[in-house]
């Protein structure tokens, strides 16, 4: 079954595959997207239920004995003429027990493929926390060394400005005493 642009399903089997008795054969593709196993069954059943009408109605008419057939929601025909008595009571569909078993071991694969993914997914998770946890350590260093670095840019400014308030005052005595000198010669 491939998803189509305009999210309807086309099948993979053409009408004589169906009508073959060929397994079903689904990808990963198949089952990606709005997935849903409602419109996978009524795929089949409106493929499928064709080519089995078309074989009933060819055998019904070269054995001439089912007369009145209606088909149950369980799968079953139901004979008209034999509705109080024994009735005719075959699977509506043959196949059934081969998509069936199909469906099963599909099934079982799923459940096994989500145990798989969920499993990496938690070991994914484990690993992702450890790595933020490397990263919240790293980060923590990183911040105290930066933290460290304006400490020490600060004290350098600080004795920087010391330094120039001296040096200023310095140059303010020598040109004090300059002009003092001046002004006795």
């Known amino acids: 079954m491939k998803e189509i642009r305009d999210g309807s399903q086309a099948n993979h089997m053409s009408k004589s595959a169906s009508s073959d008795s060929n397994p079903l054969v ?8 709005n997935f849903s196993f409602d419109d996978l069954f009524g795929n089949l059943v409106t493929e499928l239920l064709p080519s089995y009408l078309e074989k009933e109605a060819d055998s019904s008419e070269s054995h001439g004995n089912i007369v009145g057939i209606d088909a149950l929601s369980n799968g079953n025909l139901r004979s008209n003429a034999g509705k109080s008595a024994q009735g005719l009571s075959s699977p509506l569909f043959p196949e059934v027990d081969a998509l ?3 469906f099963k071991n599909s099934s079982t694969q799923l459940v096994d493929l989500k145990r798989q993914v969920d499993g990496k997914l938690n070991n994914l998770k484990k690993e992702v926390a450890v790595q933020d946890l490397k990263h919240r350590k790293t980060l923590a260093e990183l911040e ?21 308030h001296t040096a200023a005052k310095i140059g303010d005595h020598l040109q004090i005493r300059r002009e003092n000198l001046l002004v006795r010669r």
Not at 26 to 33: H, S
Not at 144 to 164: E, H, N, Q, W, Y
């Open 144 to 164: 105290k060394g930066v933290d460290g670095l304006f400490g020490s840019f600060a004290r350098l400014d600080s004795r920087i400005s010391s330094v120039g």
């Open 100 to 102: 069936l078993s199909l």
């Open 26 to 33: 689904l990808d990963v593709d198949d089952f990606k997207g």
